[in-house]
């Protein structure tokens, strides 16, 4: 049980995450997991609430890109067929403690730097590559593995690798990174429901939800031509990066690396 103070701390950085990411077309798992990091104990508790987050978040991003014609399912359909069974699988792993800190931390920092790569070679002009047929297959299980383990959509991860290898125009991406985490969201809280390791702070999570849900609402109707999207990623790969590091060798390696 959070004291209140915390707990408006919490919901406040909830809500701001929220309406950054769902900005730029994430659901804002990655930074859910690393904050509650800092204020739950229990790994089951975390991978639960990020999950749920991220679901609620990314629903209605989903919605939004389908009724603009940017979410051509048929493309997606090679991420989705492996990604959903592995994101299943990865989620009903039982992790030591320490394991777990040690993947979610490692994810964190690459999915950071990669953020921070992709984010510089960000140009207006963007000519999609063609590559083997295989290849969707192969990203969308890695990643959907990885994204049931650790307890986020996978969105972070995919976005910037496909962006990096131009494999489509980046409003293109960024329909399949929200597809991709709504997806891979659900199929995580089943194999978590599957392992009897679904477990949600009450009442705190229903503020959390909460605030996700209006940020999410805010931040997809937010016109990106408004904001700097550079800046937005450049600051959210920092804060991601810090405490990526902090749970890697704080909780996961027990070197008191931050404080």
Known sequence: ???PTELLILTGAFFIIALLYSSVGFGGGSSYLAILTLALTSFFLIRSSALLCNLVVVSSSCFLYYRKGHLPFKKFLPFIITSVPL????????????????????????????????????????????????IPYFLGGVIGLLSGLVGIGGGI????????????????????????????????????????????????????VGAVFVGGQIGVRISLGKFSEKTIRLVTAFLVFVVGCRVLFNNGLQIQFLP
Do not use: C, D
Request: proline share 6%; aromatic share 14%.
């Open 87 to 134: 994101a299943f699988l990865g989620a009903t792993f039982r992790l030591q403690e320490s394991v777990f800190f040690i993947i979610l931390g490692a994810s964190l920092i690459i999915s950071a730097i990669a953020l921070v790569v992709q984010t510089v070679q960000l140009k207006s002009e963007y000519q999609p590559k063609a590559y083997p047929k295989y």
């Open 157 to 208: 991860f995919l976005a910037p690798l496909l962006n990096h290898l131009k494999w489509e125009k980046p409003i293109v991406i960024a329909s399949l990174a929200s597809f991709f985490i709504l997806v891979n969201s659900v199929s995580g809280i089943f194999g978590l429901l599957n392992a009897a390791t679904f477990e949600l702070p009450l009442p705190e999570i229903l503020y959390l």
């Open 1 to 3: 049980m959070l004291a």
